[in-house]
């Protein structure tokens, strides 16, 4: 059963850049052709998209948040990381890093699933 | 971007109810949807992918149906454990988006 564990800063100064990783642990990275993704929550809001990659670091990222958003991966430690520059009060959220389930050919819906981290831009 | 509209926001509902909810999206998905539990602080749950398709470990009470634009969840008999938010989320067309929710609370 895989697992995915969030890590990083719960604290972010506005306008500097907002970093975290997700470990992947019980299933490797590379295999099985999953994508790895990054969610977030915000506060008594719902679920946002914001963007996944694979093992060899094909990207895409929701144009909403395109522009500040890079996701990377490194295979030799199973992680993935996310980073967000230029943060505002409205980055405040709880972050999720997930695993992208596929059937039929179709990838698109999140399987597993980190505990999430409740990452505040502060001013 | 495709629009999820999940209706009703909040249900109350008892032990035993049927219960079930709806999600509306802007655009044709074909059965591209998925639903997710959510519970007070915890990551949300998988529980139906391709509308209709129960994930692995997911109580039989749980079924997904529809297709084109209109979808539902329902929860043939509510256990307490099933008290918890709902969202519906559609992955036919970037970028992915999830409906606002559906709570699920005692009657």
């Known amino acids: 059963q895989v697992q995915l564990q969030e890590s990083g800063p719960g604290l972010v100064k506005s306008s500097q850049t907002l970093s975290l990783t997700c470990t992947v642990s019980?299933?490797?990275?590379?295999?099985?052709?999953?994508?790895w993704s990054w969610i977030r929550q915000l506060p008594g809001r719902g679920l946002e998209w914001i963007g996944y990659?694979?093992?060899?670091?094909?990207?895409y990222y929701n144009p909403s948040l395109m522009s500040r958003v890079t996701i990377s991966v490194d295979t030799s430690k199973s992680q993935f990381s996310l980073k967000v520059t230029s943060v505002t009060a409205a980055d405040t959220a709880v972050y999720y890093c997930?695993?992208?389930?596929?059937?039929?050919?179709?990838?698109?819906?999140?399987?597993?699933w980190g505990q999430g981290t409740l990452v505040t831009v502060s001013s | 971007d495709i629009q999820m509209t999940q209706s009703p926001s909040t249900l109350s509902a008892s032990v035993g109810d049927r219960v079930t909810i709806t999600c509306r999206a802007s655009l044709y998905i074909t059965t591209w949807l998925a639903w997710y539990q959510q519970k007070p602080g915890k990551a949300p749950k998988l529980l139906i992918y391709?509308?209709?398709s129960l994930e692995s470990g997911v109580p039989s009470r749980f079924s997904g149906s529809g297709s084109g634009t209109e979808f539902t969840l329902t929860i043939s008999s509510l256990q307490p454990d099933d008290f918890a938010t709902y969202y519906c989320q559609q992955y036919n067309i970037y970028p992915w988006t999830f409906g606002q929710g559906t709570k699920v609370e005692i009657k």
């Open positions: 997930a695993r992208v389930g596929y059937n039929l050919g179709r990838s698109g819906y999140f399987d597993s």
């Open positions: 990659i694979n093992y060899s670091g094909s990207d």
């Open positions: 391709k509308a209709s």
């Open positions: 019980g299933g490797s990275i590379t295999s099985g052709g999953y994508l």
